[in-house]
């Protein structure tokens, strides 16, 4: 019940961009501007500001490379074998997706703001500092995967391009500029830093609107026999994976809750569209997207009551 209650605000606010798109007081349009003001100004904010703040020393955190990496790369095969013998025999193109999309989480927009209302600050503080130390991996990881399974191979082009598409990502840059700003000991005036929290502390409201008018549920039912297995991995098997990496490499609980909390989210709302640029089901990715963000609403909580928060 309480797990419930922790993301019942997020499921408000979700509710409510949905509405507002419903009700024409935003257009498609709208969430896009927004979309952009979250990817390329709020969420680097808020990323640069609490690893900065952390104190940028990585190598305490070992383990916490080491479970992540782990799940990144032993999750997509795990999701692949499963596509492959049970659920997609034949196609190829949802075989690709399902392993790309094992891992990809709604960590941004969903699981900070879960982290904030399950565990305060230092959830929050934690948190990104495990997407720090594991989001230069995160697409580059996905895009090999996918592409591996969708050509039959991976090319220096396709490498060259994931690691270069990663290096341009602004969540990416800002966290590496927030661990080696702190690792070198610059110091950062007061008031930018001041300036650096208005733009952060916006995040999480915004976010969770514009996750709500990404939302199209009119056809859940039909989704949710095509795709229940694909959310599964998502929602159940990701996080339990975590779970396990994180108990043969002990990290410090705060990051092992914020970890687990992280990597129950849904799948990430942008997974479509890196679908679409390579040419698997952009359809079915969507379709993805909509049923694992319902039934995160069961599963979100069951994780929390796990966790004993």
């Known amino acids: 019940m309480k797990g419930l209650l922790i993301i019942a605000p997020l499921i408000f606010v979700i509710i409510l961009g949905m509405a507002a798109r419903a009700a024409g007081f935003f257009k498609l349009e709208d969430r896009d501007r927004l979309t952009r ?173 514009a996750l709500g008018m990404s939302l199209e549920l009119p056809n859940l039912v039909p989704a949710l026999k095509r795709v229940w297995h694909d959310a599964m991995i998502k929602l159940v098997l990701h996080p339990a994976a975590v779970w396990g990496f994180m108990l043969l490499w002990p990290v410090p609980e705060i990051f092992f809750r914020a970890a687990v909390i992280l990597s129950s989210m849904p799948t990430a709302v942008n997974t479509f569209i890196i679908a679409g640029g390579m040419d698997l089901d952009e359809q079915y990715a969507c379709e993805v997207v909509a049923v694992s963000t319902v039934l995160a609403v069961v599963t979100i909580p069951m994780w929390i009551w796990l966790l004993g928060i």
């Open 37 to 209: 003001l979250l990817y390329w100004i709020a969420l680097p904010a808020l990323l640069f500001r609490t690893t900065y703040l952390a104190g940028g020393d990585m190598s305490g955190q070992k383990n916490v490379m080491l479970s992540g990496y782990t799940v990144m790369a032993g999750l997509p095969l795990i999701a692949l074998l499963i596509s492959k013998y049970l659920t997609h025999r034949g196609n190829l193109r949802r075989q690709a997706l399902s392993a790309m999309a094992s891992y990809r989480c709604n960590s941004m927009y969903l699981g900070l703001p879960a982290c904030a209302l399950a565990l305060g600050d230092a959830g929050v503080n934690a948190a990104s500092v495990y997407l720090a130390v594991i989001m230069p991996g995160y697409n580059l990881i996905s895009i090999v995967w996918g592409e591996a399974v969708r050509s039959g191979g991976i090319s220096r082009g396709t490498l060259r391009a994931a690691v270069s598409s990663s290096l341009k990502n602004p969540l990416v840059v800002s966290s590496l500029l927030g661990v080696a700003a702190a690792a070198l000991k610059i110091p950062m005036p007061g008031t930018l830093m001041s300036s650096i929290k208005l733009l952060a502390d916006m995040a999480t409201g915004v976010a969770l609107i």
